[in-house]
């Protein structure tokens, strides 16, 4: 059936002259390693409750880089584990280190709910998660009347650089107990980040560490990418670090 679609595409007097290339990619077995040993058994449990024994290699290398205290920069295709690549050193952290902050950055509001929406899931894995994982969403759409609270108990808050620039950094002071803690930066989508509104991003990025240095913090920054010809390069400029490029994908392709 897919291929007599395909073969409609090509042969279409509509949509064939359109083609200019054709590649047949062929399937490949997924690429895994053991779950760190390091990892908190409370997360290898639940890990293991979801089905999951092994990581995809660049799942791994996140969590060994992580490990490490370097920045990072995941490239790999969409659905193949990024999320999880750059949750696990975050509720490693949040399981350990009761006081750490992390800072989740999406370019849509959209995207920052499904994150929330896997956080939940996570939170509902058990008491323990229920208790140490506090996100929250920081934007435009959240009630003034809820900013308050959501500073002052949210461990995890997700929001985009324009709330950031806006709404945060500008009140550093009140943020001052989330910035002393603040042991992750999240960036999803970094090839969004091109052209005038990402040089306005690095700034806003630049921005972001100097006041965590100010409140004692020197936070890591955990970056993920569609596959795009300078990742590494974009994400230095971006966050104006030496960044890790992790781009060896491991997860199965049919």
Known sequence: MLGEILDDLLTSP??????????????????????????DPRLADTLRARGIEQLYVHQ??????????E???????????????YNLPVLQSLLQ????RVLYLFPTKALAQDQLKTLARWQAAGPVFSERLRPA?????????????????????LSNPDMLHVGVLPYHGRWATFFQHLRYV?????????????????????????I???????????????????????????IGRPCRLIDDDGSPRG
């Open 14 to 39: 509509s949509t064939g002259p359109c083609i200019t290339a054709v590649r047949h990619l062929p399937a490949r077995p997924a690429v895994c390693a053991p779950l760190p040993a390091a990892l």
């Open 71 to 85: 920045h990072v920069v995941i490239v790999t295709p969409t659905a193949s584990g990024k999320t999880l690549a």
């Open 186 to 210: 999240v960036v999803d989508e970094l090839h969004t980040y091109r052209g005038i509104f990402g040089s306005n991003v690095a700034l806003v990025l630049r921005r972001l560490a100097r």
């Open 97 to 100: 280190q009761p006081d750490a």
């Open 137 to 157: 969403t920081y934007d435009g759409d959240t009630p003034r009347g809820n900013r308050r609270k959501i500073r002052e108990d949210a461990n995890i808050i």
């Open 212 to 238: 965590a240095e100010h409140y004692g913090a020197h936070p890591q920054f955990i970056c993920s990418s569609a596959t795009i010809a300078n990742p590494a390069e974009l994400a230095e400029r971006l």
């Open 60 to 69: 791994a290398r996140t969590w060994e880089l992580a490990a490490k205290g």
